[in-house]
């Protein structure tokens, strides 16, 4: 085991259901792997469908004492769990790099980024308001509550191990829901690590419960939870099929799903728009996290104006990128999750070659072997190419040329998907203009990187439903009950 950490008691092989540390029922364990070298890291409980209904009734079991707390009292915990995750940086962004590969820097800004969702939901809590609604008659008083919809579930992708449990989980335990919380196969060390400092952090037995499984038992897990009428909620962060799988399956227990699915962001440069603005961004949407981030640029228009000054900086940022194992001091581009990954994208770069496309830079796995991929730039690709219609989710950034607004328009909404789009541009009419007509549930106007804790998250078309961060994120987790109140006299 290659993790050097300062608290070593973060590092667990077991899972977390109803307060106790325990094993899988039928007593297996999966191994985990870095990705950077494929060394085991550790080991967590194969679970299965049993497992999780047993977290389910733990989850249960924990509710109506959280629920009835204080909203400020369930905003405390979640401070002080935010504080405890603060404190472990270090460690938990080393545990996030071994398991999912992203570099050291980028790791601790996503346990940055983990937190704020944790700070954000404790001051949310308190605002869980409901409404005064005029009556229709003089002798009735409406009244609407907000209420926590009860035991919530979360099933969380390997590309944030740590920020898309804690984006999540914050908001339903602020709601006062307890939650299950299934995190990829990959990369459940971050998942159980979080576990262990919330109930360092007072969060009581049973409000948070961590089911792990392998790639082979996870869609039992999650037919398990699909299937259970305790659950009323499912927040999912994953693949668009998987998506739709969860959903229909949660569909006979009638609960509320929020989905944040694939994307196929686009990023259009205008000519008006500020060359070395534009560049760091397209190399902030692009490369983040190696391009494995729902949010990534995945197709880059370029303006015919600037096209060739564009493809010629953006080219050079992209060459002094670092490729390496995401431990290893200055390297900005780590591995791919899995050989499966390195596969998928060496297939649409190879097409898109074939096909008469050029790569200005990269093309290929990388030399060092493994999961590694050249971070890759092509020019001369076209909308007919696989890369400019499926989600490439690798350091590969095709560069596409347009003349006029409205063809950028249709290119950009020509997708099935509506994550994430960006687009730079100084003229202010237009900065609007084109922000109203994209379709997609967010837009990055002269920035590469839209993702806070603040503001609401999520997308449309076929790249989800909900929304999670900012103020809405609770809505996921309540329900809206409506009070009439008669034989009011004056
Ligand atoms: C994602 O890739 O699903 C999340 C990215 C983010 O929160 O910025």
Redesign the pocket.
Known sequence: MSLVLTDRSLVRSHAYVGGEWCEAEGGTTVPVEDPANGQVIGSVPEMHGIDAVRAIAAAAAALPTWREETAASRGDSLRKWSAAVTAATDDLAAIVTAESGKPLAEARGEVA?AASFLDWYAEEARRAYGEIIPPPQADKRLLVIRQPIGVAAAIT?W??PA??IL?KVAAALAAGCSMVVKPAPQTPLTALALATLAERAGIPAGVLNVVTGSLASSRDIGTAICESPVVRALSF?GSTAAGIALAQQAAATVKKVSL?LG?NASLVVFDDADLEAAVAGAVAAKF??AG?????ANRIYVQAGIHDAFVEHFTAAVRGLKVGPGAERDVTVGPLIDSRAVAKVTGLVDEALASGGVANLGGKPDGRGGHFFEPTVLTRVNASMRLAREEIFGPVAPVFRFETEAEALELANATEFG?ASYFFSRDVSRCFRVAEQLECGMVGINTG???TAVAP?GGVKASGIGRE?GRYGMDEYQELKYLCFGEIHS
């Open positions: 980024y992708p590309n944030f920020a898309m984006r962060t944040e994307g983040r996290n494995q981030t729902c949010v990534c994550l990187m839209l993702s998250f961060g």
